[in-house]
Structure formats: C-alpha cells, structure tokens
C-alpha cells in the first residue's frame, strides 16, 4: 500500500462508457495524469463482430506471418509486427516517415471498408473525454500528418518491457508532439491474447532514482520489493482503455498460445492548448 494513498480508495481502473467518465470527472485526463485512477476502461467500445471481421481481413492479407512483413510496405518487423506507421520505429527520417503516413492514410480505409471505423472510435471516445478540446491526427506546421493510429500484433512471447512513452522526453525531438506537456495512450482490442498477457500499470512515474533502475531493465524487481501498486487491464475484443504513458507500465513476456492484436494510440495533451494530438 502507498503511503499516500487515502484509506479505503485502493487503485483501480474506472470501467464506464466515456459520457459517465465525464460526468465523474471534470477533467478526466488530469485523473489520469495526476494517477488519481490508473485507466479509464470503455468496455464495448467498438462491436466484437467488426474485431472478428477485421481478424479475418489481416488473416486474408497474411498479416500474420513474418514472410509479409518485406511485401507490405505498411508492416514492420521487431519485437512485434506494426501494421501503421511508427513516429518511435520510422522518425529519425522525417520525409519517410511523413510518407509512410500517407500511406497508412490510404490504407486504413480500404481495410475498414463496411465496417465501423475503429479509429474513429478511438478518436470520438476521447473527444468526450477531451474537455472541450479538438482531437485530431497531429500533423507539422506545414500540415504533414502522422499516422492515425497503429495495428500492434504480438505473437508468441513478444512484449514490452517495463517501459513509458513520453515524445517530450525523447532526446533531441524535432516533432511537434513533442511540445505537449502530458501523454497518454489508447488501447483498443481487436483479438484477445492469452489470458495473463494483457497490459500492467504501475503506480510509479519513471523519474529521478526511478528513471536509471528502469534503464538498467531493473525495475521490475525494484517494484516487486517496494510492493508498488499495479493493476493489470484485461481486455476482450472491442475494449477500449485509456492511460497515461509516463507511468510505468509493461506487456508481459508470456507465452501466448493466441495472437493478441490491438490498435493504439497516443494522445498529447497540454491544459491550455485547445488541441489534442493524436499519432502512432
Ligand atoms: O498494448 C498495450 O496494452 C500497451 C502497449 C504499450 O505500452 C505501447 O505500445 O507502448
Ligand atoms: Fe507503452
């Protein structure tokens, strides 16, 4: 237990559709970024059908398999298979990543054709989460968009290690996400990996003593021995949940018998900016 934490208010998720999040809170992002509640848990958010359907697109179009990666320009190998365009994997080209977005414009709508937009979901949910704001794709100045969002694949024993996502924190960053002061990300399922295999978040930002223990890949001991808060988020096809980046959090290495696939987001947001970005 936390020392800080108040009695009787034990960290936990918010699972309610984003019209009562908002009721519940009058800036439900700052609930998130001040660690007041760890996620916001829309169950339901988009239909499991569409999930279905769309499983069996990726499968038709053999995005599962290793061997497409170097025929489809839009998937990327490494740890896990990206089918979207990565600012992380792709930005240290500025004209091939911005070109690769286009790309990934292009795309998302013929492989979402008769279906709900899954983006859109993820986009119209935050929006009322936003506080008034305008959510929209981050682009430049000059107007060149990011990707709107990125299909995750993970098969195997393929995660994330204990990590944060921070565009502010990145060294050297020429991007204009970098200027918001909070990030959060947006997880949306479309196929449900083995149990156990879902997302963990712990109650600890990745700063000061913090930032070198998780550096150093130690941070999962460290957080074993000081008994930090942590909840993991379970996720069936069509559940959609929001968090904030900069706690730590990890997609455990364990073996999955079943592909767990998703589509995210991340999402800058600073108090007194009226836009919100969003990329991959
Ligand atoms: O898939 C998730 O639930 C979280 C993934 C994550 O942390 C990331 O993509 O940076
Ligand atoms: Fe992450």
Redesign the pocket.
Known sequence: MNAHEPIGHAWQPLEADAESISRQFPQPLMALANGTVPAFVLRGAYSSGDCTDLMARFTERGYFSRDTVARESQLSGGPYLDLGTSLGRMGADRDEFFAHADRTHALFPRLFAGLADPVQTIYRNLAQLAEGKTVKTAEEVDGRRYGPAIF?IYHGQEG?KA?I?SARRRAKSEYAVSRFAHQF?G?LCVQKGTIGS??IIYRAKSEGKLAAVVERGEFEAYAKAQNLPRVQ?E?NPGDL?FFY?ENI???PQTARDRTRV?L?VFVGMSPEVDEIFVWS
Do not use: F, N, Q
């Open positions: 995750r994330h990590h996502d990300a997880i879902d997302s988020i996720l949940y980046t959090h990890k997609l998703v995210a």
